[in-house]
C-alpha cells in the first residue's frame, strides 16, 4: 500500500463551532462525534478531527484544500455572505483580494481559533 495521509487533528476551542465552520464554507459534511472528536472528512478520504483543547495550547495551523472551480464559487460565495475577511495571500497582507497562481484561483481565511486556511483550485507546481 502506498503512503496517504488519513487523518489529522484540528485543535480547537470549541470542536463542534470549528468543525461546522469548515463544513460549511466547503460544502462537507460534519461527522458524528466519535470520542473527543469531530470529523469533517473530504473527498479524498482525509479526515479533520476537531478537538477541543484550551486556548493557549492552540498553535495556529495552516490547511490547504484543492477543489474544483464550481467549488471554489460556492465556497467564496459563502465567505463573502458571511462576511468573512479573505485575503490573496498566506500573510494576510491583501484583504479583499484573491489570487490566479498556477493558472487558478486562491485565497486565504481564518478560522475561528485563527488556523489559515487556504482553498485553491489548481495544485502548486513542484
Not at 38 to 60: K, R
Not at 94 to 110: C, D, K, V, W
Request: hydrophobic share 40%; glycine share 8%.
Amino acid at each position: 500500500m502506498a503512503v496517504q495521509l488519513n487523518h489529522t487533528i484540528v485543535h480547537a476551542q470549541d470542536k463542534r463551532e470549528s468543525a461546522e465552520f469548515l463544513a460549511k464554507i466547503l460544502g462537507l459534511e460534519v461527522g458524528a462525534e466519535w470520542g473527543p472528536f469531530i470529523p469533517v472528512a473530504t473527498e479524498n478520504g482525509v479526515t479533520l478531527d476537531f478537538a477541543t483543547v484550551p486556548a493557549e495550547s492552540i498553535v495556529a495551523q495552516h490547511y490547504a484544500f484543492l477543489i474544483s472551480d464550481e467549488e471554489f464559487d460556492a465556497a467564496f460565495a459563502r465567505i463573502k455572505a458571511d462576511g468573512l475577511t479573505y485575503y490573496a495571500d498566506p500573510h494576510l497582507k491583501q484583504p479583499g483580494e484573491i489570487n490566479h497562481h498556477h493558472g487558478g484561483r486562491g485565497l486565504y481565511f481564518l478560522d475561528p481559533v485563527g488556523h489559515g486556511m487556504e482553498i485553491i483550485t489548481r495544485p502548486y507546481s513542484n
